[in-house]
């Protein structure tokens, strides 16, 4: 038996629900989750979370798991030790609009 996922259900609400500046707020982190992951693939969901909040100055863990949400299949997660999960990128998998991003602050 699987336990339901609170870094799912909590994230898939806010990700789903975001417009106007919370959109654009979830779509800027996404972007930072990407440049994370480029540099240092493989990280737990803290780990994540830590490295995005070094990259922004400051985030919350439900907008960094909104933003995983928010990437969709360009992230992977595998089983890690300890019953944690290691995320990688498949950029080829990036919504369209965090590709704009990253391309307009490149």
Same mark, same amino acid.
Request: a negative charge; proline letters at 7%; charged letters at 30%.
């Given at each position: 038996? $699987?336990?339901?996922?609170?870094? +799912?259900?909590?994230?898939?609400?806010?990700?789903?629900?975001? $417009?106007?500046?919370?959109?654009?707020?979830?779509?800027? !982190?996404?972007?930072?989750? !990407?440049?994370?992951?480029?540099? &240092?693939?493989?990280?737990?969901?803290? &780990?994540? %979370?830590?490295?995005?909040?070094? !990259?922004?100055?400051?985030?919350?863990?439900?907008?960094?798991?909104?933003?995983?949400? +928010?990437?969709?299949?360009?992230? &992977?997660?595998?089983?890690?030790? %300890?019953?944690?999960? %290691?995320? $990688?990128?498949?950029? !080829?998998?990036?919504? +369209?609009?965090? &590709?704009?991003?990253?391309?307009r602050d490149?």
């Amino acid at each position: 038996m $699987t336990l339901p996922d609170p870094f +799912y259900s909590r994230a898939k609400e806010l990700s789903a629900s975001a $417009t106007g500046e919370n959109r654009e707020r979830i779509i800027d !982190v996404a972007a930072d989750v !990407v440049r994370v992951l480029e540099d &240092q693939p493989g990280l737990s969901l803290r &780990q994540l %979370r830590a490295a995005v909040r070094d !990259v922004r100055g400051r985030c919350s863990d439900g907008d960094v798991d909104a933003a995983v949400v +928010y990437l969709g299949s360009a992230v &992977q997660r595998d089983p890690g030790p %300890r019953s944690s999960h %290691r995320h $990688t990128l498949d950029p !080829v998998l990036l919504p +369209y609009d965090v &590709q704009d991003r990253l391309e307009r602050d490149r």
